[in-house]
């Protein structure tokens, strides 16, 4: 059983930063993808904007390339979201999410919820203008 914990939210202003980290409670395995997912306010669905796998390799939503940077501290067991030019179309709870492959390939990072077989409690951000 893998455990998440995502801090790092708040409130800022438009064109400010985050960095928002998520903590796993065992080392991660060497076959994994992470992601990352919002979820608006009011709205049921969540929304991926970055992925990546244990190979490094990452994936972005069109809506965050270039503002979002995805990352991970393998020695701390620690994955981050560094958040720049954050706009109030940004505003949601953030979670993260964790698959875990046994064997076979390693997944290619996702932005699709399905594969995730762990997920964080999130945490808020607001962007105001």
């Known amino acids: 059983q893998v455990q998440l914990v995502e801090s790092g939210g708040g409130s800022v202003q438009a064109g400010g930063s985050l960095r928002l980290s998520c903590t796993a409670s065992?080392?991660?395995?060497?076959?994994?993808?992470m992601g990352w997912f919002r979820q608006a306010p009011g709205k049921k669905e969540r929304e991926g904007v970055a992925?990546?796998?244990?190979?490094?390799?990452?994936k972005y939503a069109e809506s965050v390339k270039g503002r979002f940077t995805i990352s991970h501290d393998n020695v701390n067991e620690v994955f981050y979201l560094q958040m720049d030019n954050l706009n109030p179309e940004d505003t949601g709870l953030y979670l993260c999410a964790y698959r875990r492959v046994t064997s076979g390939s390693v997944p290619s990072p996702s932005t699709v919820m399905d594969p995730y077989q762990y997920w964080g409690q999130g945490t808020q951000v607001t962007v105001s203008s």
């Open positions: 992925s990546l796998n244990s190979f490094g390799s990452t």
């Open positions: 065992l080392y991660t395995t060497p076959r994994y993808s």
